[in-house]
C-alpha cells in the first residue's frame, strides 16, 4: 500500500513560526506603545487636575479678600488646605503715577501665589487682580494665616 502525499495548495496553509512570532512582536510593540500613551494621559489628567483646584482656591481668594475688612498693603500667607499654600502681596497701584492724596478711592494690586506638592520643588500657580478701596491701612510686615 503507498500512500501517496500530494502537496496542499498555497491557499489551504497555515502560518509559518516565524510569521507568528512577527505578528506577536508587532502586538507587543503597539501595546507597549499605548500603555505609555494612557500612562502619560493620567499624569496630564492629574496635572489638569491639581491647576484647577489651584485656580478654584485662588478665585475664592481672591473674591473675598478684605471684603469685610479693610484693605492693608503688604504680605499674607497660610495654607488652604494640606496640599495648597498660599501668599497674597497687596500693594498700591497707579498706572498713571502718584495718586492724589485727597482721592478717597485707590487701586491696588493683589498678587496670589498658590503652591502645592513637595516643598523642595513646588508647583505654582500665579495670581494677579486689581480691587479698589478706600485709603491703605499701613500693615506691619508681613503675618501669617491660616484660611
Known amino acids: 500500500m503507498t500512500c501517496l502525499h500530494r502537496p496542499l495548495p498555497r491557499s489551504q496553509r497555515g502560518f509559518s513560526l516565524l510569521e507568528v512570532i512577527a505578528?506577536?512582536?508587532?502586538?507587543?510593540i503597539a501595546f507597549t506603545a499605548l500603555m505609555k500613551v494612557a500612562g502619560a494621559s493620567i499624569s496630564l489628567n492629574r496635572?489638569?487636575?491639581?491647576?484647577?483646584e489651584a485656580a478654584m482656591w485662588a478665585r475664592s481668594m481672591l473674591d473675598s479678600a478684605y471684603v469685610g475688612e479693610p484693605?492693608?498693603?503688604g504680605s499674607r500667607s497660610g495654607?488652604?488646605?494640606h496640599q495648597f499654600r498660599w501668599r497674597l502681596d497687596v500693594s498700591p497701584w497707579n498706572q498713571v503715577g502718584v495718586a492724589p492724596p485727597t482721592a478717597t478711592l485707590h487701586l491696588y494690586q493683589l498678587d496670589l501665589d498658590v503652591q502645592w506638592g513637595p516643598l523642595a520643588h513646588p508647583r505654582?500657580?500665579?495670581f494677579r487682580t486689581l480691587r479698589l478701596a478706600g485709603p491703605p491701612v499701613a500693615s506691619a510686615g508681613s503675618?501669617?494665616?491660616?484660611?
Open 79 to 81: 495654607q488652604f488646605d
Open 124 to 126: 505654582e500657580a500665579h
Open 47 to 52: 496635572n489638569a487636575a491639581e491647576h484647577s
Open 71 to 73: 484693605l492693608q498693603t
Open 143 to 147: 503675618q501669617q494665616v491660616d484660611r
Open 23 to 28: 505578528a506577536i512582536m508587532l502586538l507587543a
